[in-house]
């Protein structure tokens, strides 16, 4: 018994949760947090020069207390799904459903209202928990 308790011991302490297969939050940390924008009013309002909206600025609060730099890219939901899928972009942001037809190809994180949505790559859980925990926390000052 107290030799199954320390193999276990050992295997826990080599392992490091969440895993972050593609390293998303630690590129984001790095770099900057890439953020695709499918124009979307009142989330994601694209045509000014600063885009805008309520998404935009939550993911600039996030990014504030995560210490992070933000680059937005605007783009079709298609186009910006796709660099998702392909690790170029680290979040999507356009007033997404939480029945979102992208659900398949995209992970989700909880919902910020009840109902909205952001989109990270699948498998990306260190930066999903860390925009979790941001999420949750607005939702039990909100």
């Not at 199954?4 to 080599?14: D, M, P, W």
């Not at 984001?28 to 000014?48: H, R």
């Not at 995560?66 to 910006?80: D, H, I, N, W």
Request: net charge positive.
């Amino acid at each position: 018994m107290k030799k199954s308790l320390f193999v276990l011991c050992i295997f826990l302490s080599t392992c490091t949760f969440p895993k972050d297969p593609e390293n998303s939050y630690e590129e984001a940390k790095q770099s900057a947090l890439q953020v695709g924008l499918v124009e979307n009013p009142p989330y994601v309002i694209t045509q000014e020069e600063q885009p805008s909206g309520s998404e935009v600025e939550m993911i600039r609060k996030f990014a504030t207390k995560a210490g992070l730099q933000v680059k937005f890219t605007k783009g079709s939901e298609s186009e910006l799904i796709n660099k998702l899928h392909k690790f170029k972009l680290h979040i999507v942001a356009g007033g997404f459903d939480k029945k979102t037809v992208w659900r398949k190809k995209a992970g989700l994180t909880t919902t910020y209202d009840k109902q909205h949505v952001f989109l990270i790559p699948k498998g990306e859980n260190r930066l999903l928990k860390n925009l979790e925990e941001y999420i949750l926390s607005k939702k039990k000052k909100g």
